[in-house]
């Protein structure tokens, strides 16, 4: 059974226009971190939460933004996309502070 | 600022065959991290290495962490065609608030039969 759920699997936006990617795990994990990955790079992690706890990568755009609104679920909201942030964005978990992850299928971005 | 280097970046075997790709980092860490990925798929979980001298190993796929020398290994043994696939290395930056995990650049490794 899936035990982190990414939806949708594909997402076509326009040019700032707002969107929200989900997450949702069965795992009752502590953690959740939101990745974003462009084409035949390295995949490059935006923030995670502990719990409630918003860690936010020192590197990441102010139009990256997520939420937790319980342990289940998180949301990566990009408020004004780009071209630039089309791309694969992974969500995983882990059950401690960057201990051993558990990532989604990926939601694949695509900005028009 | 924490640099992590990946060698080599391609990697073509014969099935078979042992060898080992290398994952240098710059500064301080207290864990270090080996992902798999298949073309076009999400990344898959391989090794934590969290002890200077830690080894971890799964089938034919053993990591080693020596964090004096700053080095992380992956060594593949008798390779097959089902190990195909891009290899990351990401170290997390001990400390301090910027860039706390930092990935490789990647191996692609390619088995041949």
């Known amino acids: 059974d899936a035990m982190v759920i990414q939806n949708p699997r594909y997402q076509v936006t326009q040019f700032g226009k707002p969107v929200t990617l989900s997450c949702s795990q069965t795992l009752n994990h502590n953690v959740m971190y939101w990745y974003q990955q462009k084409s035949s790079q390295a995949p490059k992690l935006l923030f995670h939460?502990?719990?409630?706890?918003?860690?936010n990568e020192a590197d990441t755009p102010d139009n990256f933004q997520s939420r937790r609104p319980n342990t289940s679920f998180c949301f990566l909201d990009i408020r004004s996309p780009g071209l630039g942030d089309a791309a694969m964005y992974l969500c995983?978990?882990?059950?401690?502070?960057?201990?051993?992850?558990?990532f989604g299928a990926g939601t694949r971005l695509s900005v028009l | 600022e924490l640099k992590v280097e990946q060698n080599p970046l391609f990697l073509s075997m014969q099935e078979g065959k042992n060898y080992t790709i290398y994952c240098n980092y710059s500064t301080t860490s207290d864990r270090l991290y080996w992902y798999r990925q298949d073309p076009g798929k999400s990344l898959e979980s391989l090794f934590v290495?969290?002890?200077?001298?830690a080894v971890k190993q799964e089938g034919r796929l053993m990591a080693s962490l020596d964090t004096k020398a700053r080095l992380s290994t992956l060594h593949i043994t008798a390779a097959v065609h089902d190990l195909s696939a891009t290899y990351f290395c990401?170290?997390?930056?001990?400390?301090?608030?910027?860039?706390?995990?930092?990935f490789g650049k990647g191996t692609k490794l390619s088995v041949k039969p």
């Open positions: 290495l969290l002890s200077n001298g």
């Open positions: 939460y502990y719990d409630k706890d918003f860690n």
């Open positions: 995983a978990t882990s059950r401690e502070d960057f201990y051993i992850q558990y």
């Open positions: 990401a170290v997390r930056r001990y400390g301090g608030s910027q860039g706390n995990l930092i």
